[in-house]
């Protein structure tokens, strides 16, 4: 996917949901092909890099096939993958997921408040400098759980009901003030093209929203908790847009970016 930059402006992809070490090998493939040598100007990851098997407070047979260090090693290999089809100077975030959250929230039912430092995944002293490459947005719904350029706003998301993308885009523009926004998400697996937001079915509300959909594989490696729900809507997708930064986005007129969603195929 190749953009034609214009003055003052990011070129931007943002991908979701990993969950190492179940990620699709497939979609990551195609998806560092999409990205490489695109001119992208920042690389948005969305959250659940991690499934973080050992800080659920279900029971999961997936704890026992392996452990936090192994998802540490799966996910530094897959950001650095991203960061090496990459230009040097590409900005990179990550918007940290439930799933990477519960590794560190404060919740002992996860992971014990005396071994909760030992788990952060930045210091880990094989791993920790592939993640600290990375700016990470904390898993706060809100301003602080949100990364903008210009009117385009991203965030992981927190909500999966049918109408959660239009719902969030519209509460996270409000937090930020932003008009005239595009929200990129992720967490529900299902990827959605742009919509635009309404207040009924005659009225446009000035607000955008999509969904990059997921990159975890599926199959055999399908989630414990999906096996008896429907996922014909999950696939693997990529946001790739154009934003303008130059000013205040709040003082912004009209529609400042461009953006499409790319759904993987097969």
Known sequence: MVWKKRPSTERFAAISCAHVPFQCKKAQAWMLDQIADAGLTTCVFLGDLFESSAASVHENDDANTHTLEDEYEEGASYLDKIRGVLRKDCQLVWCLGNHDDNIIVRDSRRIPKDLRPLCDWNNHYDFGASFRHWKQIPYIKGVEGTFNLGQVIFAHGYDCGASSDSLEGLQLAGALGIWNSLTIRGHTHRPCHIEQSRRTSKILLPHWYCNAGHMRAMGKDRPQFMKRKDVSQWGNGIVFGEA????????????????????RQG
């Open 244 to 263: 303008y930064t130059k000013g205040n986005p709040r003082r912004m007129d009209g529609r400042q970016w461009d953006a499409e969603v790319l759904v």
